[in-house]
């Protein structure tokens, strides 16, 4: 399974931008999506504890947001095009990072768990 993210870009704080996240590959059963904040500039290859949740959305439509996020952002689904999208509002400078798309899951009996490579979001105050 591949996720590719797309949509990251240069802003200006109060812009928007809109993030994308499309699967391909094998089918699995997906237990929850989600974005994560990635800690940038890191000179050796991110581990998990860089990641930061941004929102995530589960298979029932539940969603969960950062606090920073709440108000902002909003996560959602398109089931038939296996993509994930985050809808960013009201952006700040802080909000400047790579967004890593998360897919977690069963694959028959096997818990799988997939990470795209991200795209980089900066916001310039």
């Known amino acids: 399974v591949q996720l590719v993210e797309s949509g990251g870009g240069f802003v200006q704080a109060g812009e928007s931008l809109r993030l994308s996240c499309t699967a391909s590959?094998?089918?699995?059963?997906?237990?929850?999506m989600g974005w994560y904040r990635q800690v940038p500039e890191h000179e050796r290859e991110p581990v998990a504890s860089d990641r930061q949740l941004v929102a995530e959305i589960t298979r029932d439509s539940k969603t969960n947001y950062a606090e920073s996020a709440k108000g902002r952002f909003t996560i959602s689904r398109d089931d038939a095009k296996n993509t994930l999208f985050l809808e960013m509002n009201n952006l700040k400078p802080e909000d400047t990072a790579v967004y890593v798309c998360?897919?977690?899951?069963?694959?028959?009996?096997?818990?799988?768990?997939?990470w795209g490579k991200g795209t980089q979001v900066t916001v310039s105050s």
């Open positions: 590959g094998s089918s699995f059963n997906i237990h929850s």
């Open positions: 998360n897919m977690y899951g069963m694959m028959g009996i096997t818990v799988v768990d997939y």
